[in-house]
């Protein structure tokens, strides 16, 4: 049973970092393409950054140059790296698994002074 586990949530303030980390519980993780998505309360759940088998990323308008996602195969996790954290980024993130649309139980990210 494939399984993601998402840690390293809090509170920060504004300004502040966090790392976010998301382990699988699967074979071959380095076939996958793996995503991170956040939900705000009220607002869809958004895409936050892509990272794909070939290393190849992607991020969404808002985190371009302050957040960064990476992968350690050999750990079967993937990161994501935030810095200059802001109040908008207050959410519930997520990993995604693909193909196979898996999920994390998310983990709670708030800025907050």
């Known amino acids: 049973q494939v399984q993601l586990v998402e840690s390293g949530g809090g509170l920060v303030q504004p300004g502040g970092s966090l790392r976010l980390s998301c382990a699988a519980s699967?074979?071959?993780?380095?076939?996958?393409?793996m995503d991170w998505f956040r939900q705000a309360p009220g607002k869809p759940r958004e895409l936050v950054a892509q990272?794909?088998?070939?290393?190849?990323?992607n991020y969404e308008d808002s985190v371009k140059g302050r957040f960064t996602i990476a992968r350690d195969n050999a750990k079967n996790t993937v990161y994501l790296q935030m810095k200059s954290l802001k109040l908008e980024d207050t959410a519930v993130y997520y990993c995604r698994m693909s193909p196979g649309d898996y999920w994390g139980q998310g983990t709670q990210v708030t800025v907050s002074s």
């Open positions: 990272i794909s088998s070939g290393g190849s990323t």
């Open positions: 699967v074979n071959m993780f380095r076939l996958y393409s």
